[in-house]
């Protein structure tokens, strides 16, 4: 049985914030960001705004472009890191707001990666006679996450979402191959530290500007770097595809050094690469279905088309995927 994405949608809160703008609250520039990351500007949440609120109008699109009604859809998967509340789950609520009734719905948190991730259950769960339809979301408000006072991480995040609908389809098309991977072993390289059972919420920890991410930039890049090239190998080779089989690479938008870093040992033309960080920023699980939402609607990915997924991300983890478009 083959399992394909039969529709796709994304939103992006209006509110644009620059280089420059952040230029006027920490110590940086336009063009130290530009330079160092690709990135001229990130979308950003209003404060009345939650991350399920944005994920709701993604999967309404998502769920639009599949021709399907919310009634429909047997089980929702949200990969994010800012959920609304501990509990209940992001998915639950997002469930209600859609008035996806009949469906099961849980949260899954693997950072960046859990896009990726979240797709890979779902196929699973098509594939084993469970479910028929399977609404993937990935969406972030990091905002509420980043310290605005820290120039080493503030000027690499973004908020946004996107969802993809999985569903069987025709013999040889959909999703050809899966890697996923974590070292928890170095995961205390990009951390939330308090706000859980390790460190609860307290006046030490909010003193402290221990609720915010804390990340070891020059760490991420080298991991980044090392697992985006052996991810994206591992994932061709499970589904027997040459480098020279590939048509469009949808990676993790976290830096575009990283990005090139990976193209270049993929031998991909940049016209074949889907790259928006520049708009967006890093919007973590967001990142690759916003990306291949707007390479799908702008035609960048026809039928028949070999994709392939690649992200890294807290944990750490790692997760690539081929498609066959
Ligand atoms: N503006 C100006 N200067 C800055 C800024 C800034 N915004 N940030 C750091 N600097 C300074 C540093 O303080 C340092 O100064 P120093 O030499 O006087 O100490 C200098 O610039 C160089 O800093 P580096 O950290 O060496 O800069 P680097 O080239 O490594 O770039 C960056 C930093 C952009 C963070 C890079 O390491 C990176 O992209 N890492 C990967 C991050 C990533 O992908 N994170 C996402 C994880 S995904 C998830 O799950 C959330």
Excluded at 32 to 50: F, K, S
Aim: glycine residues 8%.
């Amino acid at each position: 049985m083959c399992v394909g994405i039969s529709g796709v949608g994304s939103y992006v809160p209006e509110k644009i914030v620059t280089n420059h703008d952040l230029s006027k609250i920490v110590e940086t520039s336009n063009e130290w960001i530009i330079e160092r990351t690709g990135i001229h500007e990130r979308r950003i949440a209003d404060d009345d705004m939650a991350t399920s609120d944005i994920a709701t109008k993604a999967a309404i699109n998502a769920l639009e472009d599949a021709k399907l009604r919310p009634e429909d859809i047997d089980l929702i998967i949200v990969a994010t890191v800012t959920a609304d509340h501990a509990f209940p789950s992001t998915a639950c609520i997002i469930q209600k707001n859609i008035g996806a009734v009949k469906a099961a719905a849980f949260d899954i948190s693997v950072g960046c990666s859990g896009f990726v991730y979240g797709l890979s259950i779902g196929e699973n769960f098509i594939k084993s006679g469970t479910y028929d339809k399977v609404l993937v979301i990935g969406a972030e408000t990091l905002s509420r996450v980043v310290d605005w006072q820290e120039r080493n991480t503030c000027v690499l995040f973004g908020d946004g979402a996107g969802a993809c609908v999985l569903e069987k389809c025709e013999e040889g098309f959909g999703i050809l191959s899966i890697e996923l991977g974590s070292d928890g072993s170095n995961g205390e390289v990009l951390v939330q530290p308090a706000g859980g059972s390790r460190l609860p919420a307290s006046m030490d920890t909010v003193e402290n500007r221990l609720h915010f991410i804390k990340m070891d930039g020059k760490e991420v890049f080298k991991f980044a770097v090392r697992v985006m090239e052996r991810a994206s190998s591992n994932a061709l080779k499970k589904a027997n595809l040459q480098l020279g089989d590939l048509d469009f690479l949808v990676p993790h938008q976290a830096n575009m050094r990283i990005i090139d870093a990976a193209a270049k040992k993929l031998k991909l033309e940049k016209d074949r690469i889907c790259v928006n960080l520049n708009k967006y920023g890093n919007m973590s699980s967001a990142s690759i279905p916003v990306a291949l939402d707007e390479a799908v609607k702008d035609n960048k990915i026809n039928k028949g088309d070999n994709i392939l997924l690649v992200a890294f991300g807290a944990g750490l983890t790692w997760a690539s995927m081929t498609i066959k478009w």
